[in-house]
């Protein structure tokens, strides 16, 4: 069995699953069940001076049928007592002292930080997580994300706090700023000793076409939240990575974002994180979404000969190269299985109206062609056609050669000029603007539509 | 042992003849919209006979926009409701959705499309109204989904329309044939209602038109006649006996269970014969309606029969046994139905042919015809210069619907000699068109 224990700045924890700093982690209650479910450490929802919140505080993102895709919040920091609080984590730490019970601070003056750093301490928490990444409510007030937005500010506080944590402390970074590498540093300079992000996105998550209104709406108004949940796992994959593959930041990350299940989990560990935490997920499957993560990360280790987490952290980041880096010479074409072709011709219309026009139709068959010397490889039709392994992109250069873009400019082959002989695109065909016109419509229209619009001539079967 | 007991309320036949194709709830139809593909040059689309344009509908649905949905359906078909219900979808759009050839359920497009006429029927939206009077008047006989449809269209291209219908219902087959597992009366007639109160023609009930000279005031009075007058009767079999009590005709029984419901008598043993979807559908019925034992009794071998493979299963589903190889001979009983003498029958080269001395009789206390229905040849005969085919089909141009009497034009059953509602409502809407392009010239 591979060990999934972690030691993450100095927390252990049985398993790097963590409940961030959120509902789910709310109170004692909750992390008590969580811990009795198999979650190995939890964020406490933020502690601070307790808040009031406004009824009506989530909305989401559902896409077909699928409920809450992306999931949206207006709520603030926990609205219950400091001491409360307090006494509920020396009794969760006290009934699983090998558990990670971490408590989110966010207050504002010096003094405050460290009277909450001291408290939180005495009650017997394991380490600390800086919430510097609340994008609403909260950063009006000069806290959360208006934190997390100003190195200067993030750095100096990380400082206070400092100057009285005898435990580990985790810096929470906002994903609303141009480059997250910025606080990472600054929270390295003030002597953090890890990172966690992201904390959510600035968004609407839907506005309500009746009353006119963003959601959530209170009473008949709303105001911009919090997004997170699977929509927003490539954003934190990106983040992660840029964290993660900075020469300066160094920190150990827990890595938060659209974590719902063990591969998600595994993408953010592969991009350097050492811990994974998770909201969305828990709030919407409840705590026994860990039986499937815990159990799928073991299987996915034992396949893969990790024993240790640490065999796995960050795997992936050799791969991860800035864009000049890639080599342009690698050809990959589309390649259609006509066994497993259902005939949906989804790939057929993505290439001709989306892509570039290098899938044809032929008569007699629903089965699309692909003309490979128009084919640029870009994948798009492998993305839509409904068939699994139905599309492969097939690797069709020889394998042997390797020039990059960085490679070009320095030998002067790269286009400089607007009409560049050089361009990638120059002698690509195209069809003629005018072969577009009516070129599908007796296609695009519908059976009846058609002979009623007279358009009876059609090409028998073309 | 029966399959069902012998239903006596309103509420035990609606259990026994129990909606296969239900209408869905919101949460069935947003799951079942997002599974459609939104193909490109949709097969659904090409497999439907009034070519509805499926993918639109279907996500049009799944975006909230049913009343979208209605529209586009009703724009190509304006049985749409009827046809969700009661098509033989497996072998029309869902048997042609791309699903099938990866093993997976197909669309339940008929489903989707009685979800979202449904609504705008329930709701009664007007989707649709009467183009500007153009001073032209047709006459439309019978109010069958050829009749109905005919109207629809001409009605939206400003013509007057008056319907003749010799029952007392509209949508002829649709409420007098279809099986009640596949639509309710209700439901067929509210479509009815729907669309009369968009379109607003007249129909004339109990209005059947028999003679010469009621055919010369409609021509008279209209510029031109379009025949939705479907099929007859059951066709006579001139078999010894044909006239006992409990022999009936299929379409004639049927007919009568749509109207009657529960009160309509099944014996204990039927034989039903015929190897047709009404065969099946008669079968079932009876099987539903209570009878012990039902008998399908076939000319020809179980692979030969015309029915659907999917109706010949709901068939065997409600305890239907096939006899097959078995040709009737004459029809027994003392003024009552006691059984059918059949003889054995082989097929060689395609042909049948009896088997002598294979005589037998096999008991029973009811006979159900499901030999075909028979054409109207006769009142066809009273239209000077309409020409029929040699199995008594009107002819009439394709795209537009013409008869060899220029003023006659012709839809449906009659002129396609038996097929479906769908075929019926696409045909009609056509032959609309083509009766304002020949009263436009
Ligand atoms: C038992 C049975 C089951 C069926 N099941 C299905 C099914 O499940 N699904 C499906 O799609 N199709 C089914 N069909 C076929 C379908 O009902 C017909 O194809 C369709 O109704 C044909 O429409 P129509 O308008 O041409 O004719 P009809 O529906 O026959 O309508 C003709 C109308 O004209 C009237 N009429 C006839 N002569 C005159 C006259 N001289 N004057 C005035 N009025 C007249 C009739 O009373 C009738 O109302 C079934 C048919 C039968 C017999
Ligand atoms: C393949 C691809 C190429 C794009 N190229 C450009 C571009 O050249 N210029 C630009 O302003 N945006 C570009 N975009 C961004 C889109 O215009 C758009 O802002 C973004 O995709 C978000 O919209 P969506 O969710 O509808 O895709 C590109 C997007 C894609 C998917
Ligand atoms: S990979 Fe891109 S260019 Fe090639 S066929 Fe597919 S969609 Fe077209
Ligand atoms: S998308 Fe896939 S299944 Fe559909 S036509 Fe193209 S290759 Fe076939
Ligand atoms: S064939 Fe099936 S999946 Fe494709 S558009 Fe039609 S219903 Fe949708």
Redesign the interface.
């Given at each position: 069995m591979p060990d999934l224990s972690i030691n993450f700045a100095g927390i252990k924890s049985p398993n790097p699953f963590w409940l961030a700093s959120a509902p789910p982690t709310n109170s004692g209650y909750q992390v008590m069940k969580a811990f009795d479910a198999g979650w190995g450490g939890a964020v406490w929802k933020t502690l601070g001076v307790p808040v009031v919140n406004v009824s009506s505080r989530y909305g989401g993102v559902n896409y077909?049928?699928?409920r809450l895709v992306g999931f949206n919040n207006i709520e603030l920091i926990s609205d219950r007592p400091l001491s409360h609080n307090l006494r509920e984590i020396e009794e969760v730490k006290k009934r699983f002292p090998n558990h990670a019970v971490i408590a989110s601070l966010m207050v504002q003056s010096r003094q405050e930080w460290h009277d909450i750093v001291r408290a939180s301490q005495d009650a017997g928490v394991d380490g600390f997580e800086l919430n510097f990444g609340c994008p609403h409510g909260m950063c009006e007030r000069g806290m959360g994300s208006a934190v997390g937005q100003e190195p200067k500010v993030l750095q100096m506080i990380v400082e206070w706090v400092m100057e009285v944590a005898q435990k580990p402390v985790i810096v929470k970074l906002t994903p609303n700023i141009s480059d997250i590498t910025e606080p990472a540093l600054a929270a390295r300079r003030g002597g953090a000793d890890a990172i966690s992000l992201i904390n959510t996105i600035q968004s609407i998550v839907g506005v309500d076409l009746d009353k006119f209104a963003p959601y959530p709406i209170v009473d008949g108004k709303g105001t911009n939240g919090g997004y997170c949940g699977p929509a927003v796992k490539p954003i934190a994959l990106n983040m992660v990575k840029n964290c993660a593959q900075h020469p300066d930041i160094k920190l150990p990350i827990s890595g938060i974002g659209g974590i719902e299940n063990w591969r998600d989990a595994v993408e953010h560990i592969l991009l350097g994180a050492s811990s994974v935490q998770v909201c969305t997920a828990a709030m919407h499957f409840g705590f026994g979404i860990i039986r499937e993560m815990t159990s799928g990360l073991e299987q996915y280790m034992m396949e893969k000969g990790f024993n240790t987490i640490y065999d796995m952290v960050g795997k992936a980041l050799p791969n991860v190269l800035h864009w000049e880096d890639l080599n342009m010479k690698y050809k990959v074409t589309a390649n259609i299985n006509e066994d497993k072709?259902?005939?949906?011709?989804?790939c057929?219309?993505a290439c001709e109206d989306g892509a570039h026009q290098a899938i044809k139709l032929n008569a007699g068959t629903?089965v699309p062609e692909i003309i490979e010397e128009n084919c640029v490889g870009c994948n798009l039709c492998s993305l839509v056609c409904?068939?699994e392994q139905c599309i492969t992109m097939e690797q069709t250069d020889s394998g042997t050669e390797h020039l990059t873009w960085k490679e070009r400019t320095e030998a002067g082959t790269a286009p400089t000029e607007f009409e560049d002989e050089k361009a990638g695109g120059r002698h690509h065909w195209v069809p003629e603007p005018s072969a577009a016109l009516g070129k599908?419509r007796h296609?695009?229209l519908?059976?009846?539509?058609?002979?009623?619009n007279g358009e009876?001539t059609v090409p028998a079967e073309a | 042992m029966a399959e069902f007991s012998t239903p006596t309320t309103e509420q035990q036949f609606a259990e026994n003849f129990a909606q296969l194709k239900p209408v869905m709830n919101r949460t069935e139809a947003?799951?079942e919209?997002?599974r459609c593909?939104?193909?490109?040059?949709a097969?659904c689309?090409?497999a439907?006979p009034?070519?509805?344009?499926?993918p639109?509908f279907i996500r049009q649905i799944?975006s909230g926009n049913d009343t979208g949905a209605a529209r586009t359906i009703y724009?190509?078909n304006y049985f749409g409701n009827a046809c969700g219900k009661v098509c033989p979808t497996e072998v029309l759009c869902e048997g042609a959705c791309?699903?099938n050839?990866?093993e997976v359920k197909p669309i339940e497009i008929g489903r989707l499309q009685s979800f979202a006429t449904t609504k705008v029927i329930k709701s009664g939206e007007k989707l649709f109204g009467p183009g500007a009077d153009n001073g032209k008047k047709v006459a439309v006989i019978g109010a069958g989904p050829a009749g109905i449809s005919a109207a629809c269209e001409l009605r939206s291209l400003g013509y007057g329309v008056d319907i003749y219908e010799a029952k007392a219902q509209p949508s002829g087959l649709t409420v007098y044939g279809v099986a009640p597992y596949k639509i309710t009366n209700e439901e067929t007639l509210a479509e009815m209602a729907y669309l009369q109160a968009q379109f607003g023609y007249n129909v004339h009930f109990n209005s059947a038109i028999s003679s010469r000279e009621e055919l010369e005031k409609l021509e008279d009075k209209y510029d031109a006649i379009f025949l939705g007058i479907g099929l007859g009767k059951t066709n006579e079999l001139g078999l010894p006996g044909e006239d006992k009590i409990n022999c009936t005709g299929a379409v004639e029984f049927i007919a009568e269970l749509r109207q009657h419901h529960h009160e309509v008598a099944v014996g204990r043993k039927v034989i039903v014969l015929g190897g047709g979807n009404t065969a099946m559908d008669a079968a079932s019925e009876s099987s539903r309606l209570g009878a012990e034992n039902v008998i399908l009794a076939y000319r020809r071998a179980k692979e030969e029969m015309g029915a659907y493979e999917f109706e010949y299963d709901l068939a065997k589903g409600v305890g239907v046994k096939g006899l097959f190889n078995v040709a009737p001979v004459e029809i027994t009983g003392n003024g009552y139905v006691t059984g059918v003498k059949f003889i054995r029958t082989e097929t060689k080269d395609g042909k049948v042919s009896e088997i002598a001395g294979s005589e037998f009789v096999e008991p029973c206390d009811m006979v159900i015809k499901a030999t075909g229905q028979a054409k109207q040849t006769e009142f066809l005969g009273l239209i000077p210069g309409l020409k029929l085919d040699g199995k008594g089909r009107i002819i009439a141009n394709a795209?537009t619907g013409q008869t060899s009497n220029p003023k006659y034009f012709a839809s449906g059953d009659a002129w396609n000699g038996g097929a479906e509602v769908v075929n019926a409502a696409?045909e009609a809407?056509?032959t609309a068109?083509g009766i304002h392009a020949y009263l436009s010239k």
């Open positions: 077909r049928d699928k072709c259902i005939g949906c011709q989804l057929y219309t629903r409904p068939v599908e296609k695009t519908p059976g009846k539509a058609r002979i009623i009876t | 947003l799951y919209s997002s593909l939104f193909c490109f040059d097969p689309i090409k439907c009034s070519g509805i344009d499926i639109q799944n724009e190509a791309v699903y050839l990866q795209h696409a809407k056509l068109r």
